[in-house]
Every structure is written in C-alpha cells, then in structure tokens.
C-alpha cells in the first residue's frame, strides 16, 4: 500500500498512528520506563479489591524450665510393715513370790506360747503348757493391768506375814503386797500356776 504525503487523509491517518503508538511510550518514560515512578516506588495495584488483612496467628511460648513429675503416691495395694511376733519361747511373764509364815520363794515363768516352768527355792519343780482360754486370759490380764505406768513398788511397807509378787513383764517390773491389794495385778498372779 502506498502513502501518498500530500494526501490530507493520509496524513491525518498517520497521524493518529503515530499517536496512538506514542502516548504508552510517553507514560512508560514518564514512569521511569519500568513501571516504577522516579523516586523508585512501585505504583500501588489498582486491580482488584484489597486483599483482606489477616492477623498473624499467636505465638506460642516456649518453656525452657525442665518438665515436673507429677506427685508419686504409694500403691494401694502397699500396707504398713507389721511389727514381728514374739517367739514361741520367749518370755512372757515372770512371777515370783517370797514370804508368808513359811518364808517361801516360788516363781513361774510363761513363755509366748503358753509353756511355763516352775521353780521353788531356785529348783524346778514342775512345768506345762497353760491352755489357750488359760493363756488368753493372762495376756488379757497383762494387757489391762497397765503396770508400764506404775511405779515399781506398789505397798508403803511390808507387812509381817504377807506375800509380797514381784511381776516382771516386758522389760517392767512392779511389786505388790497382799497387805496392800492391787486388783489389776493381782488378776495378773491369779492367772499363772503358782504352786499352792
């Protein structure tokens, strides 16, 4: 196609060509040629609807202390260790008795499990075994007696005559005077086999 320049037409066409070519180049040059402005800042995007701001999610802090057992306990199951049994043959009581008219010593010793000896002016003289109902009402007697809190002489002073029993029982020892009666222990000496 061939342009003729004298050509109102024409010219006008090439004109408006040459326009429409150039007003982007001129807005590119205008904007730094690479879409910034000339202080180097990026439009702001013109397209769309603004994003909507979403806040940042809540940090989580770190613990730095070390981690804590949590409180032990005894199993259930666990029961309190029990005290050990006394031995068969070990004693439970001893009791001695000295005066009277005659000026008698005896004494009976009872071991645990209800075997007794005994002894006159320092010689056995006999010996057994207590039966259960027997051994269960001295240990009940003993029990009752409290004789861990009394003092070891139960009588002022003897008197001509009597009897005086000497009781020993777990490490304690108290006397008593037939002048001078003790209910509880004397419920301790008529449980034993004192000789008659």
Same mark, same amino acid.
């Given at each position: 196609?061939?342009?003729?320049?004298?050509?109102?037409? !024409?010219?006008? @066409?090439?004109?408006?060509?040459l326009l429409t070519a150039a007003v982007p180049a001129l807005l590119l040059v205008g904007c730094g040629? /690479?879409?910034? $402005?000339?202080?180097?800042?990026? &439009? +702001?995007?013109? !397209?769309?609807p603004a994003a909507p701001t979403v806040p940042a999610p809540p940090s989580a802090s770190v613990s730095t202390a070390p981690p804590t057992a949590p409180p032990t306990s005894p199993p259930a199951s666990a !029961? &309190?260790?029990?005290?050990?049994?006394? +031995? &068969? $043959?070990e004693t439970l009581v001893i009791v001695t008795r000295?005066? *009277? =008219? @005659?000026?008698r010593h005896d004494s009976v010793?009872?071991? /645990? $499990? *209800?075997?007794?000896?005994?002894?006159s002016s320092g010689r056995e003289t006999g010996s057994g075994r207590l039966r259960p109902a027997e051994? !269960?009402?001295?240990?009940? @007697?003993?029990?009752a007696s409290g004789m861990e809190r009394l003092p070891r002489v139960m009588f002022d002073r003897p008197a001509p005559d009597a009897f005086i029993y000497? =009781?020993?029982? +777990?490490?304690?020892?108290v006397a008593i005077s037939d002048a001078e009666p003790v209910p509880a222990l004397q419920r301790v000496v008529a +449980?034993? &086999?004192?000789p008659s």
């Amino acid at each position: 196609m061939r342009l003729r320049l004298g050509s109102r037409r !024409t010219g006008r @066409a090439l004109a408006g060509a040459l326009l429409t070519a150039a007003v982007p180049a001129l807005l590119l040059v205008g904007c730094g040629g /690479n879409g910034t $402005d000339r202080t180097g800042t990026p &439009p +702001a995007a013109t !397209t769309g609807p603004a994003a909507p701001t979403v806040p940042a999610p809540p940090s989580a802090s770190v613990s730095t202390a070390p981690p804590t057992a949590p409180p032990t306990s005894p199993p259930a199951s666990a !029961t &309190p260790a029990r005290s050990p049994s006394p +031995a &068969p $043959d070990e004693t439970l009581v001893i009791v001695t008795r000295s005066g *009277g =008219i @005659a000026g008698r010593h005896d004494s009976v010793k009872v071991n /645990n $499990d *209800g075997a007794y000896t005994v002894l006159s002016s320092g010689r056995e003289t006999g010996s057994g075994r207590l039966r259960p109902a027997e051994l !269960t009402e001295l240990r009940r @007697a003993l029990d009752a007696s409290g004789m861990e809190r009394l003092p070891r002489v139960m009588f002022d002073r003897p008197a001509p005559d009597a009897f005086i029993y000497a =009781i020993n029982h +777990a490490d304690h020892e108290v006397a008593i005077s037939d002048a001078e009666p003790v209910p509880a222990l004397q419920r301790v000496v008529a +449980a034993v &086999p004192l000789p008659s």
